[in-house]
C-alpha cells in the first residue's frame, strides 16, 4: 500500500493536451473510424424560454447495456494506428522499453476518478493496470458490480442523453431531429496524447459535441482553430434562480471540471429541468466551475493526486502483462491510503487486455519488420 499526500506543491503538474485522432461507436455498439456520430451544438433562439421534454418518446429509447465497457474500442483505435504511435526505434523485446511513445493507455473516466478522489466522500474505485511492451494500461473497475447497471438503467441517466438530443445535430445548419428514437449506445469519441507532469498518457474521451459553423468532413486532427468541443449537463431548476454559486456538491463540481479539463473542453451548457422539462440553458466556463461547489475546492489538490497516484503505478507495475495483473483499490474512508496486489493475468473478473489486441499489435509489428 502506499499514501497520496496530495497536499504537496511540489511539481505541480500542467497538462498539454494534443487531439491526435477520433472514432465512432454506432447504436449496436459497432466500432467506426469515421465521424459518423459527430454532432454539432445548436444554440436554440431563446436559451431562456424553453420547453424540452426529456421523457419525450422515451418508450422507443435504446438504453445503453449496463455491462461494464473495457477498453475495447481505444484498443481498435490503437492496432488501427500503430504506425502513427510507435516509437522511430522501438526495441524488439518486451522489456527493452516503450514500443509505443506513451507511457499509460485507459479512458478518461478512470483519469477523472482518480482527479475526483480527494472530493470524492461516497465512492472508492478499482483500477486495474497490465503492462505490455513498456506502457502500462490502466482499465477502471467498480466496488459493486451492479453499480453500472443500475446507473445505466436511472430515467435521470437517460434524461440527461435526450438533452443531448435537444441540443445537437448531424449538421451545423441542420436542426435537432426529435423524431429519431433515442440510441443510448452512439457515442463519438476523441482520442487525446497528453503530457502530465513527467507522465504521457493516451486516452479516449466521449463528446457531446462540437462548436462548427462548418461540417468537419473527414477529420478534426489538425482543425482545433476551426471548432470547439462542448459538455452538456443538466441540472434542477429552483424558481428561476440559476445562480448556482456555492450551491452544488464538490464531488458533481470536481467531476464537471476534471472531465472538460482532460479533454480540452473550455464550457459546460447546462440545461436547467422542472421535473422533467428543461425550462432554460445557461453556459459556464470550465475555469469557473470550481466556484460552484458548496465547500471550497482546490483542482491543484486533485492534479497532485492524480499525479502521485501515476508516479506510484509506473514504479510498482513492473512485470509483463503475461506474468500478472495488478489491481489498485482506493476507499474514501482510508486516509487517501491505496491498496494494490497482484492477479493472475487472466483473471476473469478483471481482465482486460484482450488476446486480440496483443495479436494484432505483434502481427503489425511483424509485418513492419518484413517490408
Not at 258 to 281: E, H, P, R, W
Amino acid at each position: 500500500m502506499f499514501k497520496i499526500d496530495y497536499r504537496s506543491r511540489d511539481n505541480l503538474p500542467e497538462l498539454t493536451i494534443k487531439l491526435i485522432g477520433s472514432f465512432s461507436i454506432d447504436g449496436d455498439l459497432q466500432y467506426h473510424a469515421d465521424l459518423r456520430q459527430l454532432k454539432y451544438y445548436i444554440p436554440p433562439t431563446d436559451p431562456n424560454n424553453l420547453s424540452y421534454d426529456l421523457d419525450y418518446n422515451a418508450e422507443y429509447t435504446n438504453y445503453k447495456p449496463g455491462t461494464y465497457i473495457k477498453l475495447d474500442d481505444i484498443l481498435r483505435w490503437i492496432s488501427d494506428n500503430f504506425t502513427q504511435l510507435s516509437k522511430p526505434s522501438r526495441p524488439l523485446s518486451t522489456n527493452e522499453g516503450h514500443w509505443l511513445d506513451v507511457d499509460f493507455v485507459c479512458r478518461r473516466g478512470a483519469l477523472r476518478t482518480i482527479f475526483c478522489s480527494p472530493y470524492n466522500k461516497f465512492k472508492g474505485w478499482i483500477i486495474c493496470a497490465s503492462k505490455y511492451r513498456g506502457t502500462i494500461y490502466l482499465c477502471q473497475f467498480y466496488i459493486d458490480e451492479n453499480q453500472h447497471a443500475n446507473e445505466s438503467q436511472d430515467k435521470l441517466y437517460s434524461r440527461g442523453f435526450k438533452f443531448e438530443q435537444y441540443m445537437v445535430a448531424d449538421h451545423p445548419s441542420h436542426k435537432p431531429d426529435l423524431s429519431v428514437p433515442l440510441n443510448e449506445c452512439e457515442e463519438f469519441r476523441c482520442v487525446f496524447k497528453t503530457k502530465f507532469g513527467n507522465h504521457s498518457l493516451l486516452y479516449g474521451a466521449e463528446i457531446d459535441g462540437i462548436c462548427s459553423k462548418q461540417p468537419i468532413k473527414d477529420t478534426l486532427v489538425g482543425k482545433t482553430d476551426k471548432f470547439h468541443l462542448i459538455e452538456l449537463k443538466t441540472l434542477p431548476l429552483y424558481g428561476k434562480n440559476t445562480n448556482l454559486n456555492g450551491k452544488l456538491p464538490a464531488n458533481r463540481v470536481i467531476g464537471w471540471w476534471s472531465q472538460n479539463y482532460l479533454a480540452g473542453i473550455d464550457k459546460t451548457i447546462c440545461g436547467f429541468k422542472n421535473k422533467s422539462i428543461v425550462k432554460m440553458i445557461r453556459e459556464y466556463p470550465t475555469q469557473i466551475l470550481p466556484q460552484l461547489s458548496k465547500v471550497k475546492c482546490d483542482v491543484n489538490d486533485c492534479k497532485m493526486f492524480c499525479k502521485i497516484f501515476l508516479d506510484y503505478v509506473k514504479n510498482i507495475v513492473v512485470k509483463d502483462h503475461s506474468e500478472c495483473m495488478y489491481k489498485f483499490h482506493w476507499d474514501p474512508s482510508t486516509n487517501n491510503i491505496v491498496h494494490y496486489s497482484e492477479e493472475r493475468p487472466n483473471h476473469e473478473l478483471y481482465f482486460f487486455l484482450k488476446p486480440w489486441f496483443i495479436d494484432a499489435m505483434e502481427n503489425t509489428e511483424s509485418s513492419s519488420l518484413s517490408v
